[in-house]
């Protein structure tokens, strides 16, 4: 209903501007209700009149406010302008939606109260944006109806393909409580969601829906696959959740999915029955409780000490080698859940610097791999030095063996010239015996340990001659060999 004037105005309104603003307030609110026929739309354009009209008598040139919405936006394109804008798509409804949550007509009007402003990215890479919801209202059959617009200047290829419908919108909204259809359970986040609701995969596999309250818009795509088939502009979708975090790697999680798009971790893993426990034993130990393994009962998480404990517990690599990977991040996801919830709001101190690192199992097969590779080349080394080694030890036994072989030879070397010196002495004494006696033989066989054999001969034979004995005979004695010849040394007999 139009104002007839300031006096009409809400407590909170008067109590907010002055009255100047209430002026501008009114006339810009009943301007924007003759021509939009939407009071959402029409309260925006007011309260911005009302902060321009201050502006306007200088007491302030700027005024800065930060809201979840509406902004309002008066953008005009023609034909062949920089800007693509689309008005009138409707991008959700009151109903289940492909993906099973259950969006209220009080979840509609929340997201038409926040919808505008919000970014518009290409295919959820939010580094690429490409655009702008302008506007966001509710249409009488509860249905989301947006404006917006897309930069074709710098995305011409997105806005030619949004043009030509190839392209429909997906947006996403966080939500501040959900209820799940089967168990009637309410989260306020989706690391406590129970297993009914905690994937697309998970719904639809209990038949059951997720319906979402406290929702607000944070931004949209443009996308080859909206969340209902064949959507096009004209016929758009959304996805809306909680904050989904991968509660192995922490990444943010856009949408559904059934494996974090960073680590690859399936999130929604179902724990298989361990057969090294008993879950009536967990039962029977700490009653009807919440554990964070309901499969085996194991890690209760209903008090302060046991999700303490039981944080502490899984992190240890010899309590988490009893699980998959996958399974070991579902159940930290329930203990940093009841964490947040009954201890501290931000988490367990740790929750992104964990001790224990446990690995997919093609990170674990690869790391086999490596290690199995070095092994294999260890012991190739290890093979090659024994190999050496075993060289070494034959070439020792060799060089001992050539050792004792030459010191036997030269031992008998040693014995071969003691011998032959003998009958060297004993040659020289029967042949100069034979010629000479007496103090004469003596010196003779003296002299003669230096003679050769062919010396001695020449010394008998001159003394066997029928000559003149000579009193003394002068002979060269050979103090080695030069070709056979005698030295020039002289003996004297």
């Known amino acids: 209903m139009p104002y007839s004037g300031i006096s009409d105005l809400p407590k909170e309104i008067k109590d907010k501007y002055d009255k100047g603003q209430q002026e501008a307030f009114v006339s810009a609110f009943n301007s924007a209700m003759k021509k939009y026929k939407d009071e959402s739309r029409a309260f925006a ?103 917006g617009f897309i930069w074709a200047d710098r995305w011409p290829e997105v806005a030619a393909d949004v043009r030509a419908k190839k392209k429909g919108l997906s947006i996403e909204a966080t939500a501040k409580r959900a209820v799940c259809s089967i168990c009637g359970g309410e989260f306020q986040g989706s690391h406590d969601y129970c297993e009914h609701i905690i994937s697309k995969r998970a719904k639809v596999k209990h038949n059951a829906t997720r319906t979402l309250h406290g929702l607000k818009a944070k931004g949209g795509a443009t996308t080859l696959v909206p969340a209902a088939t064949g959507a096009t502009f004209n016929e758009i979708y959304m996805v809306a959740s909680h904050s989904e975090f991968c509660p192995y790697c922490e990444s943010v999680i856009l949408g559904e999915v059934e494996k974090c798009p960073e680590c690859e971790i399936d999130i929604e893993a179902e724990i298989s029955k361990r057969e090294d426990v008993s879950p009536k034993e967990g039962e029977h130990k700490y009653g009807d409780v919440k554990f964070a393994d309901e499969k085996n009962k194991k890690y209760p998480i209903d008090t302060e000490a046991h999700i303490r404990a039981a944080w502490n517990y899984i992190n ?178």
Do not use: C
């Open 45 to 147: 354009i007011a309260h911005a009149a009302a902060k321009k009209a201050k502006g306007n008598r200088g007491e302030s040139s700027v005024s800065f406010e930060q809201t979840d919405g509406p902004i309002e936006f008066d953008l005009q394109a023609g034909e062949e302008g920089d800007i693509l804008v689309f008005r009138n798509a409707i991008l959700a409804r009151a109903e289940m939606n492909a993906n099973r949550d259950v969006i209220t007509p009080e979840g509609i009007q929340e997201l038409a109260a926040s919808i505008a402003g919000r970014p518009i990215d290409n295919e959820h890479d939010i580094e690429i944006l490409v655009g702008s919801f302008t506007a966001g209202r509710v249409i009488d059959d509860n249905a989301l109806q947006v404006d």
């Open 316 to 493: 240890k690599g010899k309590n988490a080698a009893k699980y998959s990977a996958e399974e070991v991040a579902a159940i930290k996801r329930k203990i940093v859940a009841a964490w947040k919830d009954k201890i501290d709001k931000e988490g367990p101190p740790s929750a992104n610097k964990e001790e224990a690192n446990v690995k997919t199992a093609d990170e674990l097969q690869a790391e086999l791999d490596k290690l199995t590779a070095a092994l294999d080349e260890y012991k190739a080394k290890l093979e090659a030095a024994e190999a050496a080694q075993a060289e070494s030890a034959k070439i020792a036994a060799s060089l001992d063996e050539y050792k004792t072989k030459l010191e036997a030879s030269e031992a008998a070397l040693e014995e071969a010239n003691k011998a032959k010196a003998e009958l060297e002495a004993r040659y020289a004494a029967t042949v100069l015996g034979s010629v000479l006696d007496g103090d004469e033989l003596k010196t003779a066989l003296e002299k003669a340990k230096g003679m050769t054999l062919d010396q001695v001969d020449l010394v008998a034979n001159v003394a066997m001659s029928g000559k003149p004995k000579p009193t003394s005979i002068k002979m060269f004695a050979s103090s080695g060999e030069d070709n056979g010849a005698p030295t020039k040394e002289k003996l004297t007999l």
